[in-house]
């Protein structure tokens, strides 16, 4: 199973548009896929049906009560290959509950070692998969322990970026959080991608802004830092309306506009990510 979280620590960088149109577009390919929303907005969850209000077993009941994340995993109706963790509003208050909980960073961890098991013995019956291709965790646009754990679970980052300079500031901290907790506390952490979002191909800021980011992934390539193999994606996720429209009919882009430019790149982003299984070369 490929782990992958989708980070930013900036919001309105396109994090959980990504990561809910490519478990999408994977998931269409055949992939057994599951999205965890960690993000206490609940974006993601909306933006595939789930109101964060409802009363439903959520990924909060799973780090602060205990549940099993099986008990919180619900298939999307639409797409057979995919299930989804929804959050829920109270996720806001784990922050402050989770505080004083010996080992708080690795409850996520945790709790998808215990679903590997349940699936391998049980995931027949119970009308999941034996197993997941992919993981994708949608990450909160802040590093709590929310993050943390979401970075202590996954082996992938993917890290969607606006083309523009401050994008290129808040890259540089957010690597610097990478680099600590592939350190201290998850050493097969790696940034594997970086995504460029709300792309406007007539504006030349765009193209030098990419090219400067490619530039700094090369050189990188030569050190011993977790994003040393960080490739950037060739698909870029162009600007397009129907992009935001989509989240509030609670569908993805494929549903609510599959002829749309989005529901094009993101099908082109999923290719990419597939050649990266294989070992092609992107």
């Known amino acids: 199973m490929r782990s992958i979280a989708v980070m930013n620590q900036k919001g309105g960088v396109g994090k959980t548009t990504t990561a809910v149109n490519l478990a999408w577009a ?23 049906g789930w109101e964060p209000d409802e009363d439903i077993c959520s ?7 205990d549940r099993a994340l099986s008990e919180a995993m619900r298939a999307v109706e639409e797409s057979p290959n995919l299930w989804i963790v929804p959050a829920h509003l109270d996720l806001a208050a784990a922050e402050v509950e989770l505080a004083g909980v010996v080992g708080r960073e690795f409850i996520l961890r945790d709790k998808i070692i215990e679903l590997k098991e349940f ?13 997941f291709d992919y993981l994708l965790v949608d990450c909160p646009p802040s590093l709590g322990v929310l993050t943390i754990n979401s970075l202590t679970t ?30 201290r506390l998850n ?12 792309y406007d191909t007539a504006v030349r800021l765009s193209a030098e802004v990419s090219g400067d980011v490619t530039e700094f992934f ?20 162009r600007k397009n309306v129907r992009l935001a429209e989509a989240p509030s009919y609670g569908k993805s882009i494929f549903l609510y506009d599959e002829k749309s430019n989005g529901a094009q790149d993101y099908a082109a982003l999923a290719e990419e990510v597939l050649k990266m299984e294989n070992g092609g070369n992107l």
């Not at 699936?119 to 197993?131: M, W, Y």
Request: glycine share 6%.
């Open 218 to 237: 090369r050189h990188a390539q030569q050190g011993k830092v977790p994003w040393n193999e960080a490739r950037v994606f060739q698909t870029r996720i």
């Open 187 to 198: 050493q097969s952490l790696r940034v594997s991608g970086v995504l460029f979002c709300l």
């Open 119 to 131: 699936l391998h013995k049980k995931g027949d019956e119970e009308g999941f998969p034996r197993d």
């Open 154 to 183: 996954v082996e992938e980052i993917f890290i969607p970026l606006q083309p523009h300079y401050l994008a290129l500031h808040g890259l540089g901290k957010l690597l610097e959080t990478v680099s600590l907790v592939s350190r």
């Open 59 to 65: 990924i909060y009941d799973v780090l602060v009560n």
């Open 26 to 48: 994977l998931a269409a390919r055949g992939k057994k896929t599951l999205l965890i929303d960690m993000d206490p907005q609940a974006h993601a969850s909306l933006h595939l």
